[in-house]
């Protein structure tokens, strides 16, 4: 039933090697006005782009991802990983300020949100969010379907 419902969407899967401008083009020629087109870029890390050392390459490609954003009225939602050094501090609570190589990714997103486990229970953490307010709220996570569903309180 899922694979179908799936199927008859407005889908394409783009699995190979990508640089910025690649994107823009890609976006840029599949821009639809009726439609408003959701980009996901898994991971941010991975994607090719200007600069002398890996945090002016993250600069340019979150300033970049903005810039293609607002030109083509899509929303961009980019995964990144957190900084190694994370993992070990005392407080396993994700932060904005520790997304890995630049902080050009959270100053241009207009929204940030952290997944993330703790105690057995595991949560969405709206760190950033330009259009309202910020807040931690409880998800169900089913790991063999890699689903996420609100959770439901009586």
Not at 67 to 91: E, F, M, P, V
Not at 93 to 107: A, R, T
């Amino acid at each position: 039933q899922a694979m179908k419902n799936i199927a008859s969407r407005d889908i394409t899967v783009i699995s190979e090697s990508q640089t910025i401008e690649k994107i823009r083009r890609t976006i840029a020629n599949m821009e639809n006005q009726e439609k408003h087109m959701i980009v996901f870029i898994d991971h941010l890390g991975l994607v090719k782009g200007e600069g002398k050392n890996l945090y002016e390459k993250m600069t340019n490609i979150a300033k970049e991802c903005r810039r293609i954003s607002q030109d083509y009225n899509c929303t961009i939602i980019g995964l990144c990983q957190l900084a190694r050094d994370t993992k070990d501090s005392q407080n396993k609570k994700p932060s904005k300020y520790q997304l890995k190589d630049s902080g050009e990714l959270e100053n241009s997103a207009r929204q940030i949100l952290m997944l993330y486990e703790e105690a057995g229970k595991y949560y969405v953490d709206i760190q950033k969010n330009s259009y309202g307010s910020e807040n931690r709220f409880e998800v169900n996570f089913d790991k063999r379907k890699q689903k996420i569903t609100e959770v439901k309180y009586r």
